[in-house]
């Protein structure tokens, strides 16, 4: 089997940015939700408020610093935000593509994932709102992660602990993943002290200089207070509208019976049955590489 090459992967980067082109992506209704999350903290940005201290927001700072910076630049209207969204939802499948040509080992599977990938995860209604760069700096950090596997070089971890801090900054949860799946490999290897130091070390230079930022304008403890409550009550708050799998008998129900309704939503977890299989019996037999690992950060932060 031929693995890919780079010319393989610009063609697929190629394909995703053609067949994701929307020329007449402003001609659509108005999302009031998403909107009404985003722009009145951008305005508060814009006109120099404090996130968190003077107004509240749901998820993380970058969140909103982001699109404010393109409305700087470019204007202070819906259409921005709409194209920031736009491009951010393209840009991660971008970063999933060039994540899956080192992962994968055969061309074949690479072309024929890419256009899977895209059909699955590019939304033809909401890719204008919901996200933009938000799941890419967590898929960053897994990239730079890979990166460091396959060549060692430390560099590498410190660019992973940059958009891990990043993607943390952005959504909490994205962060946590992000730090997870790094974790999880570099604790796999021999030299994981030096690799784990320098990978934390990038993530607290990055968080900690906010967080100096925050207190300056004491808004560190409404930051903190924020997270938490994000974190402990968003499940009370936004409460499912279907059911969903509530015990073990009902997890088996669904994972096992295809007219059960939550079957298709349970289907990945076959994935990871296979790949935690795989990478046991890897193990077992001392024939783990850097491939492996590199699969099994992927797998983690997608998780």
Same mark, same amino acid.
């Given at each position: 089997? !031929?693995? &890919?090459?780079?010319?393989?992967?610009?063609?697929?980067?190629?394909?995703?940015?053609?067949?994701?082109?929307?020329?007449?992506?402003?001609?659509?209704?108005?999302?009031?939700?998403?909107?009404?999350?985003?722009? &009145?903290?951008?305005?508060?940005?814009?006109?120099? !408020?404090?996130?968190?201290?003077?107004?509240?927001?749901?998820?993380?700072?970058?969140?909103?610093?982001?699109?404010?910076?393109?409305?700087?630049?470019?204007?202070?209207?819906?259409?921005?935000?709409? %194209?920031?969204?736009?491009?951010?939802?393209?840009?991660?499948?971008?970063?999933?593509?060039?994540?899956?040509?080192?992962?994968?080992?055969?061309?074949?599977?690479?072309?024929?994932?890419? &256009?899977?990938?895209? %059909?699955?995860?590019?939304?033809?209604?909401?890719?204008?709102?919901?996200?933009? /760069?938000? =799941? %890419?700096?967590?898929?960053?950090?897994?990239?730079?992660?890979?990166?460091?596997?396959?060549?060692?070089?430390?560099?590498?971890?410190?660019?992973?602990?940059?958009?891990?801090?990043?993607?943390?900054?952005?959504?909490?949860?994205?962060?946590?993943?992000?730090?997870?799946?790094?974790?999880?490999?570099?604790?796999?290897?021999?030299?994981?002290?030096? =690799?784990?130091?320098? =990978?934390?070390?990038?993530? /607290?230079?990055?968080?900690?200089?906010?967080?100096?930022?925050?207190?300056?304008?004491?808004?560190?403890?409404?930051? #903190?207070?924020?997270?938490?409550?994000?974190?402990? !009550?968003?499940?009370?708050?936004?409460?499912?509208?279907?059911?969903?799998?509530?015990?073990?008998?009902?997890?088996?129900?669904? #994972?096992?019976?295809?007219?059960?309704?939550?079957?298709?939503?349970?289907?990945?977890?076959?994935?990871?049955?296979?790949?935690?299989?795989?990478?046991? #019996?890897?193990?077992?037999?001392? !024939?783990?590489?850097?491939?492996?690992?590199?699969?099994? %950060?992927?797998?983690?932060?997608?998780?």
């Amino acid at each position: 089997m !031929q693995k &890919p090459t780079r010319t393989d992967a610009f063609i697929l980067c190629l394909f995703v940015l053609l067949i994701t082109w929307h020329p007449f992506y402003l001609h659509q209704q108005i999302n009031l939700f998403e909107l009404g999350l985003y722009l &009145p903290g951008i305005d508060g940005i814009l006109n120099g !408020q404090i996130p968190y201290r003077d107004f509240f927001y749901l998820r993380g700072p970058v969140d909103l610093y982001l699109p404010a910076l393109f409305m700087r630049f470019w204007g202070e209207h819906v259409a921005v935000l709409c %194209a920031y969204f736009y491009a951010g939802t393209v840009m991660t499948l971008i970063i999933c593509v060039i994540i899956a040509r080192e992962l994968l080992p055969s061309r074949i599977f690479f072309y024929m994932l890419v &256009p899977v990938l895209v %059909a699955r995860t590019f939304p033809r209604v909401v890719f204008t709102y919901w996200g933009g /760069l938000r =799941y %890419a700096w967590g898929l960053l950090a897994v990239l730079c992660v890979i990166y460091f596997l396959r060549g060692r070089k430390i560099g590498w971890l410190a660019a992973a602990g940059i958009f891990t801090a990043i993607a943390g900054l952005t959504s909490i949860e994205i962060g946590v993943c992000a730090f997870t799946a790094a974790t999880v490999v570099l604790l796999w290897d021999g030299g994981w002290r030096r =690799y784990l130091s320098a =990978y934390c070390a990038a993530i /607290l230079t990055v968080v900690g200089s906010y967080f100096i930022y925050m207190a300056a304008n004491g808004a560190l403890a409404d930051y #903190l207070n924020t997270q938490w409550v994000i974190v402990t !009550q968003m499940t009370k708050t936004f409460v499912q509208t279907e059911p969903v799998p509530a015990n073990l008998f009902q997890i088996l129900h669904a #994972l096992l019976i295809p007219n059960d309704k939550n079957f298709r939503q349970m289907t990945s977890v076959y994935c990871y049955l296979f790949l935690v299989t795989y990478l046991f #019996l890897r193990r077992r037999s001392h !024939q783990l590489d850097w491939m492996d690992k590199a699969a099994a %950060a992927a797998a983690v932060y997608g998780f």
